[in-house]
């Protein structure tokens, strides 16, 4: 019979300090070498198991990773910790965030903020918050928070690769950028981009100018096309089968205006959608700041007005109280636009008139259909080809074909 030593009560009574579920922070040296890897002291992570061996009592965590419980203290949030919210709050902090903060402070990182500050009350610690180490934004009870999920890594942005901005673009290749932006912008693009300033990235792929603040344009991944689909056998499989396919797409249009269903305060005339993609809504804020762009999807907003109807349009020149326009005019997509080009025109040519027409109403009927293709050349006007091939069909001489084509012009046409 094989004997297991007993282990000492210190590491009995560590069984009890620590259960699964809980979310540890190591203190001091090395974890316990495992297929996993190891972890050094700072680690935080969570139990996924308490479990006695020789030597005392261990942790399991959730990564595969396991260390003695004694190197290990209950965590809890220090400043600098990445946190987000647990199961015992209904608060969305990254919802709260981008209500009050994102538009003057940038966006925060995976859904998880920083811990700027730790205050001790009667109830509790009172965790400062914020998306960078600083300032202090807001605060939630110490209870209602839990470590985050690590940091992706870096990003390494290398030339010639093109790259997914954080609001979903595809932009690249990328090229070295042009000395003109500066020591700290690296990388930049030779096609044109639309952003808040410049095109011009650091090493990192951060975009914004104020270092440490995130921005719409930032690089966060490298692109990957979807791979063109050569399943002939799926497409066989389907064959006599009912199948449906449902594409959805944004209710909104470029125009709309909308407001956001969580926001507490809102313009009574909505915000206006100034560009939409298939997971994005750009809305303009109205104050002269760039236009702001948000998730979907579209049910956490609401239609205020529909873009106004537009009816096409078209310049012309006024002459004696009657319109002369053009052979081929320009049709403009509405009524003022083509009132702007009016004006330019008459502020370019001086003393001469120019009106704007709209299409009120229009008719039209279906174009006759002729058996014999005489005719048809005949009704479009080529009259001596009609001739000819009227000739050729029915041994005709030239005065007798030239006789029935005008009769017929005269009076069945």
Known sequence: MRWMPTPPQKELRNMGKFEKGQYVRRTKGSSLHTAAGIHEAGFVGQVSAVEIST?????????GQRGIADKYEPWVPKVGDRVTTNMTTRVNIERHWNHHFRRSEGD??????????????NTGSNIGLSNKEGRSFFFMPESTLRPADPAPAALTIEAGKFYKTRDGRKVGPIVKAQCCYGPDWLWSVEHPFVASCGKAWRADGTFSTVAGRSDEADLVAEWVDEPASNDNGGIASLIGKSVTVQITKPKFEVGDRVNKTDWQ??????????????DRLWLDPGNGMAPVSYKLPDEEFWLVTTKPATTPAIVALIE?????????PHVHADEAKAGKEAARLAGVYKGKEFGVFVLTSSAQQAAPVYKHEWQRQAVAGNKISAIKELRAANDLTLKGAKDAVEHWLTTAA
């Not at 004696?320 to 052979?327: D, L, T, V």
């Open 55 to 63: 030597c005392g009592a261990e942790l399991l965590f959730t990564n």
């Open 265 to 278: 305060s809102y313009s009574p005339k909505g915000y206006l959608v100034t560009q939409i993609t298939s």
């Open 108 to 121: 925060i990182i995976n859904g998880a903020l920083v811990v700027t500050s730790v205050s001790e009350k």
């Open 320 to 328: 004696n109280g009657q319109p002369k326009p053009s052979s081929t």
